[in-house]
């Protein structure tokens, strides 16, 4: 049998979702889910902002001088501080560890799993609406 997916007519064309709670991303195209993924938010002392955003800029692989870090497929949805990325990487290419996913250990963005972030970064435009939930 082949898999024929469902489109949800409750979502929103295209949208990014995020559940601090399940530490879960999801996206829609078309209303069409695209994909589900572990992701790692903010630490509790330093929070995912939770509320209705867009997609503001994308950049390949930027440097953050605040936490000394190159952040892959960054995506902003609150510029200039809070973002999308892979999980982020030293300048030796030495990049944190996939155990940190699923767990609140971020400075307040969502880090996102190696190639699911690459997915997201090409598929997302600027202006895409993001929905970040406690749920």
């Known amino acids: 049998h082949s898999f024929i997916p469902q489109r949800d007519l409750t979502r929103e064309e295209n949208a990014i979702e995020v559940s601090v709670a399940h530490q879960r991303l999801q996206y829609y195209d078309d209303g069409f889910q695209m994909a589900s993924v572990m992701v790692s938010t903010g630490k509790p002392s330093t929070p995912t902002p939770i509320g209705e955003f867009k997609i503001d ?62 997915a997201m970064w090409e598929w997302a435009d600027v202006g895409v609406p993001v929905s970040i939930t406690n749920n």
Do not use: T
């Open 57 to 118: 800029n994308k950049f390949k692989r930027p440097y953050s001088r605040r936490a000394s870090l190159y952040m892959p497929y960054w995506m902003a949805y609150k510029a200039p501080a809070y973002g999308f990325h892979e999980l982020p990487e030293w300048s030796n290419g030495a990049k944190e560890g996939a155990d940190h996913l699923g767990k609140r250990v971020s400075g307040g963005c969502i880090r996102l799993p190696v190639g699911a972030a690459q």
